[in-house]
Every structure is written in C-alpha cells, then in structure tokens.
T-cell receptor
Framework: NAGVTQTPKFQVLKTGQSMTLQCAQD?????MSWYRQDPGMGLRLIHY???????DQGEVPNGYNVSRSTTEDFPLRLLSAAPSQTSVYFC?????????????FGPGTRLLVL | GNSVTQMEGPVTLSEEAFLTINCTYT??????LFWYVQYPGEGLQLLLKATKADDKGSNKGFEATYRKETTSFHLEKGSVQVSDSAVYFC????????????FGSGTRLQVQP
C-alpha cells in the first residue's frame, strides 16, 4: 500500500515554462487536494476535488489548473511558471465516507522557478 | 473566515524539557482540530486530533486538549527527545464547504542533547 505518491521530488523550471506535478493515491479516496507550503505561511489550499470529474478552487488557485479523470490521479498543472510559484507542493487525500477530516499527505514536490 | 494562529518559532529546548506549543483558532461552527508533524525533508504526518470540545488527543507522548471556551488546542509533551526535532503544524477542519484543512504557520522545534 503506497498511500499518496508524488512525482517529481524536485524540479527546476525557467520562468514561462509549463509542467505537471503528478499525484496518485491507492486508497480509493474520493477527496484529493493540492497545497503549497511557503516559509512562515503554513500550507495553503490550491485546488481540490471531491470525486472524478469534479474540481474546485481553493485559497490560491491562480496560475494552476487541475483535472480529475480517475479516482486515483489528481495532477496539478502550472501553465506558465513564475518565480512566485517557487514552493513545496503537497498532495493529500481523504475518504469522504469518514467525513474527510483525516487527510493523508504525499512526500511533496519541491519546485524552484528561476 | 477560519484561521489558526501558532506561536512563533523556533523553539529550542534541551532533551527531557517540557514542551508547550500554543495554538488558537477562529472558526464559524465547530471544527475538528489537528496537530501535524513534519520531519526534515519529509511530508506531513498526523500526530493527534480532537473532534469535539474537551476531547484530548494523544500520541507518542504528545497531548492536546480541545478548549472551546478559549478556542485553543495547545500541544504539550512532558519530556522531549532529540528525535522530536521537527516542524509542528496546528490545523482545523470543517466538514462543510471545501472540506480542507486550515493550517497555522508552523512552529519549528529544535531539541538539543
């Protein structure tokens, strides 16, 4: 049971480049989300999904796109990277049957935008 | 909106010292409260939780009590170890709306031998 997996672990981009951060979970969780972690600011919600085909914006969605074509996968796309998107990105999942409150986090992707 | 406020770090303690990390929250409604821990280079792990007023969460010697009257969820441990060095995040969860966690800014704990 791998839990929540994220790839890549680390990525360097140039301003204006695009990329996709991958997130997968093998727990059959309905709820998945993306957070970014910045120094002194805790984690902030970017986008979330309550099931395949359903996504919605979180607190800081600008510059990011998501889609949810399967229960297992929830990729995060950066359309045109900016230095302000330098951060550590965490994916999380939870079971809505259990109320959704216990969320399981992936190991994170560290992104540097030059 | 909902928010979580944690004490500023870093907190530096000697091994076997008593630990308190303060956490207060603002929420419309009755949230569940959590402490997550992040060890260097790793993701977040759930440390403990409490789902209603006066509940006490506990794990690995850490404890926190949900105090509705003071809107607080302070983390305590009687005797810290070097292996407890990490960043600790307080968070709240509401089972409506986005169903996402609202995090505090985190408190770095450094335990010296």
């Amino acid at each position: 049971n791998a839990g929540v997996t994220q790839t890549p672990k680390f990525q360097v981009l140039k301003t204006g480049q695009s990329m996709t951060l991958q997130c997968a979970q093998d727990m059959n969780h309905e709820y998945m989300s993306w957070y970014r972690q910045d120094p002194g600011m805790g984690l902030r919600l970017i986008h979330y999904s309550v099931g395949a085909g359903i996504t919605d914006q979180g607190e800081v969605p600008n510059g990011y796109n998501v889609s949810r074509s399967t229960t297992e996968d929830f990729p995060l796309r950066l359309l045109s990277a900016a230095p302000s998107q330098t951060s550590v990105y965490f994916c999380a999942s939870s079971s809505l049957a259990g109320g959704g409150e216990t969320q399981y986090f992936g190991p994170g992707t560290r992104l540097l935008v030059l | 909106g909902n928010s979580v406020t944690q004490m500023e770090g870093p907190v530096t303690l000697s091994e076997e010292a008593f630990l308190t990390i303060n956490c207060t929250y603002t929420a419309t409604g009755y949230p569940s409260l959590f402490w997550y821990v992040q060890y260097p280079g790793e993701g977040l792990q759930l440390l403990l939780k409490a789902t209603k007023a006066d509940d006490k969460g506990s794990n690995k010697g850490f404890e926190a009590t949900y105090r509705k009257e003071t809107t607080s969820f302070h983390l305590e441990k009687g005797s810290v170890q070097v292996s407890d060095s990490a960043v600790y995040f307080c968070a709240l969860f509401m089972d409506t709306g986005r169903r996402a966690l609202t995090f505090g800014s985190g408190t770095r704990l450094q335990v010296q031998p």
